[in-house]
Structures are given as C-alpha cells and as structure tokens.
C-alpha cells in the first residue's frame, strides 16, 4: 500500500500548477505580440486570469523559476506597452491622411500628367 501523500506535497503541486498556468499565459501574449497580424474585424484571443487560491508560501525550490517567470512578464508588458504606443501613433497619422468625410474633395489637383 502506498505510502500517504503529505500536504507539503500537495502544497509544491499546486505551486507548480500555478507556475505552469502563468507561463502558459506568458506564452501566449509573447505569440501574440510576435504574430500579432490580424485580419480587419479579427481581434486577439483574450485570457480571464483568475489568481490561483495558495494556502502556502512559494517553496524555495520553485523561486528561481518564479523569478524568470516574472522577469518574462515584466519584459513583455515593457513590448506590449511599445507595441500599444507605435499603434497609435500609426492609427493617428492614418486617421489625418483619411478623409473624416466621405463626400470631401481634393486640396489640390496634380496638373503634372
């Protein structure tokens, strides 16, 4: 008969669930930022986090990856933060070459041809 399962153990794989659901999330918002080519209506797929429910603190074999999990979040909330100004920029300058008004006319006519 196998021996019984201490609450130390239960607590690390929780922890290492944990773990692996944040960097799943990492992952994908790094795919979508690297593939973040959309079709026009198309709009990326989004993830409700829901924080997980830890009774126990991190255990210390698990801070080294805890660690790099952050730095990676970090980073890419740094990239996501570019990638959302340089979007805008670009949408402001698109939305002051296109006409507001469908029915506007020229500001010049190109006499060269």
């Known amino acids: 008969m196998p021996a019984p399962r201490s609450s130390g153990d239960d607590f690390d794989r929780a922890w290492q669930r944990a773990l692996d659901d944040l960097e799943l999330d990492v992952e994908r918002a790094e795919a979508v930022l690297r593939d973040s080519h959309l079709e ?64 506007s006319r020229p500001m010049y006519v190109d006499q060269a041809l």
Not at 50 to 76: G, K, N
């Open 40 to 103: 026009p209506g198309e709009t990326a797929p989004t993830v409700t986090w829901t924080p997980p429910r830890l009774t126990h603190p991190l255990p210390d074999s698990m801070r080294e990856r805890a660690e790099r999990i952050l730095e990676r979040q970090l980073a890419l909330a740094g990239r996501l933060a570019t990638a959302m100004t340089s979007s805008r920029r670009h949408l402001d300058v698109v939305e002051r070459i296109v006409p507001s008004d469908p029915h």
